[in-house]
């Protein structure tokens, strides 16, 4: 009986396309084994409940809005091979446990009613353009990769302890309005570099006190590199890395929130600022700091910084070459 249904769904949909008719009211559509899901170009489909693609292949020209119904969010759940350079707009989770080869398309995560949205599932998502949209947070259960643009908008994306990189080397390829990206201790955004510009790390938190910390990382080249740089809202000290443990230039460290970062690809030297908010965080901040390991075990002055004031304070330490520890604080 099941199987009939997914049948009839299929050729149901499929007429839907043929004919451009707009909208499909069904809980969960399932795609059948041997069978196709064709959206047409300039064909819009509006799923009222979920997708879960159990078959050989979606295929994806269009427009396929997935927007749940009674009070619900709409999932896309890929158990099967999507495909395709159309759009995909969904209320609810994004769940990919089979091969999602991203082409041109774009996903925008859109919720509508109250709950997260996740980037789930056992297999790790190569997104072409993500937006995050709506009303709600949406947080990864998994690392990603986004090959084109991440537009956050106003949205808080929380990568917690997974990576969430952004292959594409363009200086624009973040862009937001209030959005940013949280992490834990081991998560980070990665940024792919290929241009000696700013690159923005648009980092916050919802943990505690609400910050905004971004960092901007400026290669000296346009050679590849790759960068990655997390936010922790709160004291270091309690990750281990004492602030009473400093060389003697310093007096004393920030324990409202650090910043981790890592080189992992690239020899280049850079220029990174870290930002502050003198009315949140303390304006008596004159220096930035590195964590050193054994047989250290102390925050080391990392030397002479600039200061800047513009969008909020911040400090540059010019040509870092050293990216050998990851802690950085004020």
Not at 234 to 243: E, Q, R, V
Not at 277 to 294: E, H
Not at 304 to 312: E, H, L, R, W
Request: charged content about 15%; some cysteine.
């Amino acid at each position: 009986m099941k199987k009939i249904w997914q049948i009839f769904a299929i050729f149901f949909i499929s007429l839907l396309c043929l004919f451009n008719i707009k909208s499909l009211n069904a809980q969960i559509l399932f795609t059948n084994n041997d069978a196709v899901i064709f959206a047409n170009a300039n064909s819009t489909i509006l799923i009222n409940g979920s997708i879960q693609n159990v078959g050989d292949s979606l295929y994806n020209k269009g427009k396929i809005i997935i927007r749940g119904n009674n009070g619900t969010n709409g999932d896309l759940i890929n158990n099967g091979l999507i495909s395709g350079n159309g759009e995909y707009e969904l209320t609810g989770n994004w769940i990919n446990n089979g091969i999602f080869n991203s082409c041109l398309s774009s996903v925008k995560l859109n919720s509508v009613f109250p709950g997260e949205q996740l980037i789930s599932g056992n297999t790790i998502t190569n997104f072409y353009k993500l937006t995050t949209a709506g009303i709600t947070k949406k947080r990864m259960t998994i690392n990603a990769f986004i090959k084109n643009s991440l537009d956050l908008t106003d949205n808080e994306l929380a990568a917690d302890s997974f990576v969430l990189h952004v292959l594409n080397p363009n200086l624009q390829a973040i862009s937001r309005t209030t959005g940013f990206i949280s992490t834990l201790n081991s998560g980070k955004l990665a940024r792919t570099t290929g241009i000696a510009g700013p690159y923005n790390f648009p980092l916050g938190s919802t943990n505690g006190v609400p910050r905004y910390r971004p960092v901007i990382i400026k290669p000296d080249s346009n050679n590849l590199n790759v960068f990655s740089v997390g936010f922790i809202n709160h004291s270091a000290g309690s990750d281990g890395y004492l602030l009473s443990a400093n060389d003697a230039s310093i007096c004393y460290v920030d324990s409202n929130f650090y910043h981790k970062i890592i080189h992992n690809l690239g020899t280049d030297s850079a220029d990174v600022t870290i930002f502050f908010d003198p009315t949140v965080d303390g304006g008596i901040w004159s220096m930035l700091a590195n964590w050193k390991n054994a047989p250290f075990n102390e925050w080391q002055n990392v030397g002479n910084v600039n200061t800047i004031y513009t969008p909020i304070n911040g400090f540059t330490k010019e040509k870092q070459a050293d990216f050998s520890s990851e802690p950085w604080v004020l």
